[in-house]
């Protein structure tokens, strides 16, 4: 088996300078394009409620990833509390809109290395990073101290995209597989139901740094699981908010044609989602809704990526993070189909 990446960077001592340079811009707080400034060593909290130590809400073995991160024994699902962004529909919302509970969940990096390994000692096949932006520099740290302890799983970045392209940099040749979402392709929707500002500026300059450094080319082991690449997501929500030709056009125009693409059924109405504070979004997704979505990456010419089962994703990823062992349903209930 291919070692990650990471590890040359190890015993070459970048993996150290690298994770001197991002905890340096803790000090004055610039992890993510909202540029809080606060001094997070000294445990000042940002906007993202965060300040120095990770937060971990649960670490699981995971079956509803791409069926090439999740294999026969599942992702190393480790989900981040707290969130840069404040998604209205946010299925996540109980670990990552509960500011003063998961608080309660701050961890030492040497904690959270261990976290790391006891999911390499449960079979998982990757160590995925689920909402990492806000600490990047906590991970990164954690993730050294665990490759010393004899750690060699690839390490997923699944995010939101709304991340900062000088942090993204210093992870050139740390993270392995890029997992980001592109939620929408109008900054006004982002300001809308994410409460953020230049979504699309943002989260299209942080893939172009992801694109960058892996290209459009998916690399497998023997076994047909990821070990390095970029896979895009879309999620698919109602009336076309999220304005999936629009982010399938650039990812084609501005990107390659061959950019995994993994299209997401998912949705459901959530968290903060009413008829009558957010009527457009109130509901789950019309399968004419998705139907259209699939014809136009066909269209489009976008070959490469997965897509989710229609019928059982909304139901499969609606978790309950009272259970932090196991907050998704049986995998039995669920399933992606083929590659597209």
Request: aromatic share 10%; proline share 5%.
């Amino acid at each position: 088996m291919t070692e990650p990446s990471y590890i040359k960077l190890l015993e070459s001592g970048e993996m150290a300078r690298r994770v001197e340079q991002l905890m340096d811009m803790l000090a004055c707080c610039r992890i993510c394009p909202r540029d809080c400034d606060v001094n997070r060593l000294r445990n000042e909290v940002a906007a993202c409620y965060s300040g120095l130590l990770p937060i971990v809400s649960s670490s699981t073995p995971h079956f509803g990833e791409e069926p090439a991160l999740t294999g026969t024994r599942g992702a190393g699902n480790v989900f981040l509390g707290l969130c840069n962004l404040r998604c209205v529909y946010c299925q996540n919302y109980q670990i990552s809109q509960t500011f003063k509970e998961q608080r309660r969940n701050e961890i030492s990096f040497e904690e959270l290395a261990e976290v790391f390994l006891d999911l390499q000692r449960r079979g998982c096949h990757n160590i995925n990073w689920v909402s990492p932006t806000h600490f990047a520099p906590q991970l990164v740290k954690s993730l050294f101290i665990a490759a010393e302890r004899g750690l060699r799983l690839p390490v997923v970045y699944n995010t939101n995209a709304y991340d900062s392209v000088e942090v993204l940099r210093l992870l050139d040749g740390i993270v392995d597989i890029y997992l980001p979402d592109l939620k929408y392709s109008d900054s006004e929707a982002g300001r809308e139901y994410s409460k953020v500002t230049d979504y699309v500026l943002h989260s299209r300059a942080a893939i172009k740094e992801m694109y960058r450094q892996s290209g459009d080319r998916l690399i497998y082991d023997e076994d047909g699981l990821l070990r390095r690449g970029l896979v895009i997501r879309l999620l698919v929500l109602p009336n076309d908010i999220a304005g999936i030709k629009d982010s399938l056009q650039w990812i084609r125009d501005e990107l390659s044609p061959g950019v995994a693409v993994s299209l997401m059924a998912q949705y459901f109405p959530t968290n903060k989602v009413g008829a009558d504070r957010y009527p457009l979004i109130s509901r789950k997704i019309r399968f004419s809704e998705w139907m259209k979505a699939i014809e136009q990456m066909e269209a489009l010419g976008m070959e490469e990526g997965w897509l989710q089962d229609f019928d059982s994703a909304a139901e499969y990823y609606r978790p309950d993070f009272g259970d932090t062992d196991r907050p998704f349903k049986d995998i039995a209930d669920f399933q992606y189909d083929p590659q597209i």
